[in-house]
């Protein structure tokens, strides 16, 4: 007799068969059941991946032996990922500060955060050597003077928009689908990218299109979306559409790119965590940040060669370090990354 055969008390199991789809694939994100879950479907990771593109509901570490080389990461060592994202960069830092290392990863993305964690904890880091936090990497010092810590041996941070992010148009980060305005990190706090541009004047609007995106278009764009009532991305394309007449989608993505800067505050952010970052390093501790922006990697030099002028950094990188070739076709989302270290 089978003993594994349920008994006449207990239910049969039913299987649920997945939805069926008029289609052949999932028209809408929230039943795409393969990008939701990405790590059930390794080998459709794997063939996405080998054709040069970043598998939907997933992230690519971008520059991870660069990285990694920059931080001389060693067992025991403890440390801030201060833009956990997916975890890819903070899965192979754990793997190098092990025995004895701790992590804590801080990330303002309360939707992507928990799978993060999830992820992690399913490949072996338990509470002893990993922590995240539900927090902007420029509350550094609260982070850690909550937890009676003076001082790390190494900060990294990943900064800009996750592809997790980007590839949910619930999200309202990209253009290429329709989704609500949002554009938040943290859709908790603060306000979306509809009510930022319903507040705006045409001055401002410029002047963030400028600082924020290099838009050579800036004016007579802020003229067309400043004060206006939007409610989807849709609706921001067709009015940057009729501004510019943008064919190539480049005046879209510089948009969406000014926007999403202004209504996270992120340049703000970055200005908070260099001026304070480097007091929390131990003596030869690392400091390594990747940006994405010209604005950004603009203000991580100029910080690094100033605390280097103040004494605090004995070393900084000396160029700018960039994909490789290899990285750049496999993924092509690292084109515009630029690393650079400073060591305390």
């Known amino acids: 007799m089978n003993s594994d055969a349920p008994s006449a008390d207990e239910p049969v199991p039913v299987h649920v068969r997945r939805k069926r789809y008029s289609g052949k694939n999932p028209r809408k994100f929230s039943e795409k059941y393969k990008e939701l879950n990405p790590e059930l479907y390794p080998e459709i990771l794997q063939k996405v991946a080998a054709s040069g ?10 520059l991870m032996e660069e990285s990694l080389a920059a931080l001389q990461l060693a067992p025991g060592m403890t440390g801030i990922d201060g833009t956990l994202g997916f975890g890819g960069h903070a899965r192979e830092i754990l793997s190098r500060i092990l025995p004895g290392g701790k992590l804590i990863g801080l990330d303002v993305d309360p939707i ?10 399913q490949a072996g880091f338990g509470e002893d050597c990993f922590e995240a936090v539900l927090s902007n990497y420029a509350g550094i010092g609260k982070v850690l003077g909550q937890r009676g810590i003076s001082g790390v041996d190494f900060i990294f941070a990943d900064l800009g928009c996750s592809s997790m992010q980007i590839d949910d ?7 290429k689908t329709t989704g609500p305005l949002d554009m938040r990190m943290n859709p908790q706090r603060g306000i979306s990218a509809a009510e ?11 002047e963030i299109l400028r600082e924020n995106a290099d838009e050579p278009h800036a004016d007579r764009i802020a003229s067309f979306l400043a004060g206006k009532s939007l409610q989807t991305t849709t609706d921001l394309v067709q009015l940057v559409d009729a501004a510019a007449h943008d064919a190539s989608g480049d005046t879209t993505r510089r948009v969406f790119q000014a926007l999403r800067i202004a209504v996270n505050e992120e340049f703000s952010a970055l200005d908070a965590f260099l001026r304070t970052a480097p007091h929390f390093l131990k003596p030869g501790g690392r400091l390594v940040i990747l940006t994405f922006h010209s604005g950004e990697d603009r203000r991580v030099k100029k910080a690094f060669q100033q605390w280097q002028r103040d004494g605090i950094f004995r ?3 000396e160029e700018v370090i960039t994909a490789g070739a290899e990285e750049r076709r496999a993924n092509p989302r690292s084109i515009p990354a630029k690393l650079r270290w400073a060591r305390a």
Request: with cysteine; net charge positive; glycine share 4%.
């Open 112 to 121: 992507e955060q928990p799978k993060t964690i999830e992820r992690l904890r």
């Open 169 to 175: 148009p619930r999200r309202g980060f990209t253009f």
């Open 196 to 206: 930022f541009l319903q507040r705006c004047t045409v001055e401002e609007l410029a």
């Open 53 to 62: 593109k970043t598998p939907a509901g997933t992230h690519i570490p971008v």
């Open 315 to 317: 070393e900084i990188s």
